[in-house]
């Protein structure tokens, strides 16, 4: 009966003590649930700033780990006693990409499970945005102006497209590649800005001269658009506008030769005055670009090259039109 009762307080013993470490192992605090006012949503890109997660604090935590991570696989490893309920991760614990804020609540019976939340963090701005106009030939003072542009890491969101003081047009990048049409009909030269948004909000902007004038005699009721010119393009932008400029004036000049002297006097004095107006404006647009790479700081070796060389032709390029000029003058006299 003694040994029958020994037994007994035996079993009921180790029943009460896997109880008692049962219910320990429950009352370790729940993985935590992690809010922030500042990244909203854990999809979505958001570029670099300051930025703080908070989440609620039960009666009986006494320490939060807390730690920014590369992967849910990690542990926090910062401990904060008495416990805090809100974290603020240094500019400096965050890059590019993906990442995770990892919490981990702790009270009297031990440490419970880790809670991970994403952040998706963009600090670059889009890269290589390159922009082309292509005059349409069936139709009088129309050119299409398509633009595109990259981003590895959030992505291209779209683009804003400013002519002169008019509102901003925005587009998708599907429309973007599909071209904007530019129908300006007023003679004058444009100021087109071209800005590309990533995903992120980051941004990276060009701009670029649109020249409209009548050609009035070469293409009846039509008009030439030329001018797109971008930072790795100088060169060849300002070397085939002059020579389109050089070829043009070269045949209207032979189509009016076999006219009255003072006819031809007239047409060629306006051709000139033309050719005047369009080349100032190309010179000035050059040498603002030229300013602006100046100005920055840190100039790859390529963009040196680049800047000289521009100079280089643009200081040519004046010279050669303006013998030209003075060619034509000796002809007409």
Do not use: C
């Not at 500019?91 to 994403?118: C, H, S």
């Amino acid at each position: 009966m003694v040994l029958r009762s020994g037994f007994i307080l035996f079993i009921l013993t180790l029943a009460f003590a896997g109880g008692a470490i049962s219910v320990s192992a429950q009352e370790a605090p729940d993985a935590p649930v992690i809010t922030s006012s500042t990244y909203t949503d854990p999809e979505q890109w958001y570029r670099a700033g300051i930025g703080s997660f908070t989440w609620e604090l039960p009666d009986d935590v006494t320490s939060v780990a807390v730690e920014m991570a590369t992967s849910t696989d990690a542990e926090p490893m910062r401990v904060f006693t008495p416990a805090i309920t809100s974290y603020t991760p240094d500019p400096d614990d965050l890059y590019n990409g993906a990442q995770f804020i990892a919490v981990q609540f702790r009270n009297q019976y031990g440490w419970g499970e880790v809670a991970y939340r994403k952040l998706k963090i963009d600090m670059l701005p889009p890269t290589d945005l390159s922009i082309t106009l292509t005059p349409e030939p069936d139709y009088p003072y129309v050119s299409t102006i398509t633009f595109s542009a990259r981003d590895q890491l959030s992505g291209i969101a779209g683009y804003s497209l400013y002519i002169g003081n008019s509102a901003p047009i925005h587009l998708t990048p599907h429309e973007a590649q599909l071209g904007y049409r530019f129908t300006q009909t007023e003679e004058g030269t444009y100021r087109v800005i071209t800005v590309a948004h990533d995903m992120a909000g980051n941004s990276t902007a060009n701009h670029f001269p649109v020249f409209v004038f009548d050609v009035d005699g070469l293409i009846a009721q039509d008009s030439l658009v030329l001018g797109v010119i971008t930072r790795d393009g100088f060169i060849y932008s300002a070397l085939t506008l002059v020579t389109l400029l050089s070829l043009w004036f070269a045949f209207r000049t032979y189509r009016r030769h076999r006219r009255a002297n003072a006819l031809l006097r007239e047409e060629v004095k306006e051709v000139k005055e033309q050719l005047v107006k369009v080349f100032k404006a190309l010179r000035d647009e050059i040498r603002e670009q030229v300013q602006n790479l100046r100005a920055q700081k840190r100039l790859t070796k390529g963009e040196k090259a680049v800047v000289d060389n521009l100079t280089q032709v643009l200081e040519v390029s004046e010279t050669l039109v303006k013998k030209e000029m003075k060619d034509v003058e000796k002809l007409l006299k």
